[in-house]
Nanobody, 123 residues
Framework: QVQLVESGGGLVQAGGSLRLSCAASGRTFSIYAMGWFRQAPGKEREFVAAIRWGGSSTYYADSVKGRFTISRDNAKNTVYLQMNSLKPEDTAVYYC????????????????WGQGTQVTVSS
């Protein structure tokens, strides 16, 4: 089992920045990649970004490319999502997830999930 704990959400004005953190514990050696997803009220959960645990490859949704950056610190078993130039449409609950598989953009491919952290961007 892998446990994931997110932190760093909050309320920010449009154009501002936030950094989310996701600390992993347990059988982290089994992780192939980590991802961030988000879910806004009344909408389906959507892919935001992912990073391979053992390499440097990163992947982004078109809606956040150039504004968000995913990174990791393997020594701390932590993944970060730096969010810049935030927009009201970025408002959602953000979830950290871990997968043992290589399909990184699909939520159903992820095995472990954090509890989520709220990000609210005011206009």
């Amino acid at each position: 089992q892998v446990q994931l704990v997110e932190s760093g959400g909050g309320l920010v004005q449009a154009g501002g920045s936030l950094r989310l953190s996701c600390a992993a514990s347990g059988r982290t050696f089994s992780i192939y990649a980590m991802g961030w997803f988000r879910q806004a009220p009344g909408k389906e959960r959507e892919f935001v970004a992912a990073i391979r645990w053992g390499g440097s490859s990163t992947y982004y949704a078109d809606s956040v490319k150039g504004r968000f950056t995913i990174s990791r610190d393997n020594a701390k078993n932590t993944v970060y999502l730096q969010m810049n130039s935030l927009k009201p449409e970025d408002t959602a609950v953000y979830y950290c997830a871990a997968t043992r598989r290589s399909s990184l953009r699909y939520s159903e491919e992820y095995d472990y999930w954090g509890q989520g952290t709220q990000v609210t961007v005011s206009s």
